[in-house]
């Protein structure tokens, strides 16, 4: 079938936004119809982004030529980052079909599920500064009603904090769309960054890219703007945590800092030094927070605080070997960072419980969890073969390569607390002594199995992406030679 | 009608003199927010401003003779559906530009002659597209008030609650 | 010199979050910090003695692009005006779900998420 990927690019948003009406529409008290629709939506997106694989376009929305109408652009970058949103997406929504079985109102969650997957498309998607801030905020109104989903004491708490924190940086951010466009007095981003070629880079220009360093700096959850983080995704039902920790604080995160970093503005040793502190503060903060915590969800929280700060370390080397390592390790971070908050969200469904110290031998008793956590475990932790060595291994030797031997040290020193508090959840809740009051747990549901197996067997094939080398990974590369193009063509 | 009417006399709400200017000033208000919605194409308005009005008209009523008087005209399903009609249309509108006219997403696939620019039936899809959205701003709106106002609060012992501190001791960190 | 009162406004707002011990006091200061910069945007748009950007059949495009206000940004604070709508309608529903879980709207004794 010969799909013009043109026609495809609209559909990525207007698709799961039609779903999620529809689910309201009809599906209000038909829970299993919202089930199948949300996993219909989802796995027809995950085809469609694997289709668009290898092919680039410009979609003017309403025929509009280019500066007076709206742009979607998909590009390689876009393409690898849709991957990971919607194939994550579509494991997710498999294990919500038996999780939320003990939540009311079912058929909300799946509304708002959709209405976040197109709020994460829009936003990848997007080649105008304020439709991307519309998506922004369309995903990020979808998760703060998500994380209060269960309406207990945390969450509630937990989403207020969220809440607060992402209006005040999405108000920064708009402050921040405000100044460019009165300088450059356009919105559409290859406009924009031909505009600041030709006018070079002064203050006013400045100041509108630190507000957006700082505001999406809160969504993508680096020191010191982390705040929420280790409230938001610990309180949040599992599905929701997958979702949020594995592609929403990168794709509106660490996505836009890179394509306004590198694309847009054009960017300069002062400013990818400072994504290269950020990365490094965040990456000791949250690998030495996530030892002491007792809680599965909060270490898992403050880990992916951790890797993400490894991603701008990357990110901010701004060499083509350091850019591949940022990204690949931002896909493979997506993949084993669901796969272990799904796992967890597995063990408190079983037992009941998140504490560390309470749990214990599941083993023998959950196996499927037990099998594919070890897996995500040793992803993160950067064993050989898996995905998260590759990953790291790029970005310690490109860091070696630019002759920063501190960060490379640094990140090194980080792998390994990494390693330690891993094993620490796998001693403490896989491997140890079961606990009495543990005896006799049921397995896991079918569909969560799915699930998690589909994460773990993505994670497994994400590390044979280096077979086409370790300088150019099968689709990373490109999607580095994106970034390093620097400003947009035309 | 009587229904509503005899609602509306009850002890709900608020006092006879506000009660009767609504009833007086609530379709002129209506009217008022469906003039902005249509003409949105040539005048400032379109979706959003007239969708506030007309919720607004709502409100008024919720206000003045209590939260059943308006439910009565609109409940909370029928609401809730129209909110997601209206934006379905709005997608469709969108869709149709690539399915009928062979275009883009929410092309302007229906021209005006030249005759006809300024007046009402002119503008392509954009009068239809704000039809959309003022459905959906003003039931979105008018739920939104509803729901929020069945919230009652009441004055509560605190220590019927549960005492954040024992749940402290057990190691939540 | 009008842009630096925008941004006292902001600044304003951003005071009142940190410093509000209310909830609902959070919420109004950051409904006053999104209206800050809504003003900028709007202002960013402006002309000296320009028109309102409507058209009417009298006026050639040229006469009419030299000597209007920019109507774009009205465009996209009227968007976010919405958005804002939405956030707050969320924010006042989560007070008064902590209200009746917490019994309380005092945001030093809503900290049982620690550490």
Known sequence: MNVDVQTLIPLFVAVPLGMSLLVQLLARHRHVLAEVLTIITLLLLALMSCYSVGHSGIYHLGGWPTPVGIDMRLDALATLLLLAVNIVGLAVSLYSVDYMRRFTARSHFHSLFLLMVTGMNGVILAGDLFNLYVFLEVAAIASYSLVAFGCAHEELEASFKYIVLGSLSSALILTGVALVYGITGTLNLAYIAARIAETGRDTPLLLAFGLFICGFSFKAALVPFHAWLPDAHPAAPAPVSAMLSGVLIKAIGVYVLARLAFNVFGITDNELSLLRWLGLLSMVAGGLLATGQKDIKRLFAYSSISQVGFMVLGLGLGTPLGLVGGLYHLVNHAFFKSLLFLNAGSVEYATGTRKLKHLGGLNRQLPVTAATSLVGSMSIAGIPPFSGFWSKLIIVLACIESGYYGFATAAVLVSIVTLAYQLKVQRMAFFSALPETLKGLRREPPMMAVAMILLALGCIALSFAVLTGLREPWLISAAQQILTAGIFGD | MNASRKLREEGTGMGITVKTVTRWLKGPILLFGIYLVLYGHITPGGGFGGGVVIACSFILITLASGERAALSLFSKNVTSRLDSAGLLIFLALGWLGTAWAGAYFYSNFITTPEAAQFTLLSGGIMPMANIALGLKVASALFLVFTLLSAFKIVERELEDLPDPADQQQEGES | ?115
């Open chain 3, 1 to 115: 010199m009008i842009y630096s009162l925008c941004l006292l406004l902001i600044l304003i707002g951003l005071y009142g979050v940190v410093v509000s011990r209310q909830t609902l006091k959070i919420v109004i200061s950051l409904l006053i910090m999104n209206h800050g910069v809504h003003l900028l945007l709007l202002l960013i748009g402006y002309r000296e003695a320009g028109s309102p950007p409507i058209v009417d059949p009298s006026i050639s495009i040229a006469e009419f692009a030299a000597g209007a206000v920019d109507p774009l940004p009205q465009a996209l604070v009227l968007t976010s005006i919405v958005i804002g709508l939405g956030v707050l309608a969320l924010m006042v529903a989560l007070c008064v779900r902590l209200y009746e879980r917490y019994g309380t709207f005092d945001v030093t004794e809503i900290r049982r998420l620690r550490g």
